[in-house]
């Protein structure tokens, strides 16, 4: 008995370093969401392409999508812009834009350039759904079920080896639950 | 030359000034406000409160407790507003419940132990002390003994 003791010194060194061992593989900033699991906060936006035209909470349900984050201050989104095309266009998930805090010209030029990945994009001029959202950031991307439930946020660039780690099982997931 | 320096002293010295240039109704809505922005944590710069960061979202989380404040709410309301969004990183001093319960009760609770296992080894310590002292006692066997052995030396 006393010698077992003995090893309980190195059992709790053993246990802090696996824990600080996990804790080197965290990226801090990357922070959970507090949304997860809370329906997209009500919202009455214009559309990006027509001001006329409001886009509220519900035209988001019905099928599971990427509300994805962007605005074209922000150069991370034109590295991940192409990723995006290839997710609405070869692997077949609605991709639905919320253009933060940008500027509408700039925005549509954009797309007009670069091509649109968008279903359509809300018009995000103040950020307010943003700050709803606790975006802090772009590009951030949200996977919504159909409910219209944030299920899951990625902070930062959608590349490769997210989308096929990540979003797509987590896409498949919940399009499977109905 | 003048000019210039008198000019880039203003300029820098606007950050300073900047929450006098935010309107208030009252004194007790300023100070509510600097408390609650040194109390909330930026998102985007991790180690700095919103009152330091001049990242965007600093800026638009300042916006937001100067609208509320001016609305009326109290601390508990913007606090919970900010939580809502951004989860309990928002805080530096996160609220007691069924996630944070460890860290609020973390430290109390590895002092207690500290404290049982220094009382439970001056126990045990105190206990083999009296121990060999008991085993000091002699039979009346060994008295006897002890005396011859003693009254032995005296002779010599």
């Given at each position: 008995?006393?010698?077992?003791?003995?090893?309980?010194?190195?059992?709790?060194?053993?246990?802090?370093?696996?824990?600080?061992?996990?804790?080197?593989?965290?990226?801090?900033?990357?922070?959970?969401?507090?949304?997860?699991?809370?329906?997209?906060?009500?919202?009455?936006?214009?559309?990006?392409?027509?001001?006329?035209?409001?886009?509220?909470?519900?035209?988001?349900?019905?099928?599971?999508?990427?509300?994805?984050?962007?605005?074209?201050?922000?150069?991370?989104?034109?590295?991940?812009?192409?990723?995006?095309?290839?997710?609405?266009?070869?692997?077949?998930?609605?991709?639905?834009?919320?253009n933060y805090k940008d500027d509408r010209q700039a925005a549509k030029q954009w797309l007009l350039k670069l091509d649109n990945p968008y279903l359509f994009n809300i018009f995000d001029e103040k950020g307010r759904l943003g700050l709803d959202l606790?975006?802090?950031?772009?590009?951030?991307?949200?996977?919504?079920?159909?409910?219209?439930?944030?299920?899951?946020?990625?902070?930062?660039?959608?590349?490769?080896?997210?989308?096929?780690?990540?979003?797509?099982?987590?896409?498949?997931?919940?399009?499977?639950?109905? | 030359?003048?000019?210039?320096?008198?000019?880039?002293?203003?300029?820098?010295?606007?950050?300073?000034?900047?929450?006098?240039?935010?309107?208030?109704?009252?004194?007790a809505q300023r100070l509510q406000y600097q408390t609650l922005t040194e109390e909330l944590r930026c998102p985007k710069c991790q180690n700095q409160n919103i009152a330091d960061s001049n990242a965007p979202i600093a800026i638009d989380l300042r916006?937001?407790?100067?609208?509320?404040?001016?609305?009326?709410?109290?601390?508990?309301?913007?606090?919970?507003?900010?939580?809502?969004?951004?989860?309990?990183?928002?805080?530096?001093?996160?609220?007691?419940?069924?996630?944070?319960?460890?860290?609020?009760?973390?430290?109390?609770?590895?002092?207690?132990?500290?404290?049982?296992?220094?009382?439970?080894?001056?126990?045990?310590?105190?206990?083999?002390?009296?121990?060999?002292?008991?085993?000091?006692?002699?039979?009346?066997?060994?008295?006897?003994?002890?005396?011859?052995?003693?009254?032995?030396?005296?002779?010599?």
């Amino acid at each position: 008995m006393k010698r077992a003791l003995l090893f309980l010194p190195l059992l709790i060194a053993a246990a802090i370093g696996v824990v600080l061992f996990w804790g080197l593989g965290n990226d801090p900033t990357k922070l959970e969401s507090a949304r997860i699991d809370d329906p997209v906060p009500a919202f009455s936006l214009p559309s990006l392409q027509d001001p006329t035209k409001l886009l509220s909470q519900e035209d988001i349900k019905g099928k599971v999508s990427l509300l994805n984050v962007w605005a074209t201050w922000c150069p991370s989104c034109r590295v991940e812009h192409p990723y995006l095309l290839k997710i609405a266009r070869e692997y077949g998930v609605p991709v639905i834009g919320l253009n933060y805090k940008d500027d509408r010209q700039a925005a549509k030029q954009w797309l007009l350039k670069l091509d649109n990945p968008y279903l359509f994009n809300i018009f995000d001029e103040k950020g307010r759904l943003g700050l709803d959202l606790g975006v802090y950031g772009a590009p951030e991307t949200y996977i919504v079920d159909s409910n219209g439930i944030v299920r899951y946020r990625h902070v930062g660039v959608i590349d490769d080896r997210v989308w096929k780690t990540i979003i797509e099982p987590r896409v498949k997931q919940y399009s499977n639950e109905g | 030359m003048k000019k210039i320096v008198i000019i880039l002293l203003a300029l820098m010295s606007a950050s300073a000034f900047s929450t006098d240039t935010l309107k208030f109704d009252t004194d007790a809505q300023r100070l509510q406000y600097q408390t609650l922005t040194e109390e909330l944590r930026c998102p985007k710069c991790q180690n700095q409160n919103i009152a330091d960061s001049n990242a965007p979202i600093a800026i638009d989380l300042r916006n937001e407790v100067h609208k509320m404040i001016l609305e009326g709410r109290n601390e508990e309301q913007v606090v919970n507003f900010m939580v809502e969004r951004y989860g309990n990183f928002v805080v530096y001093k996160p609220k007691f419940d069924t996630s944070t319960y460890l860290l609020w009760l973390g430290p109390a609770l590895i002092a207690f132990l500290g404290f049982i296992i220094v009382v439970m080894t001056a126990k045990r310590k105190r206990a083999s002390v009296s121990r060999t002292a008991n085993k000091i006692e002699l039979s009346q066997e060994e008295k006897q003994q002890l005396n011859n052995i003693l009254s032995e030396d005296e002779k010599v």
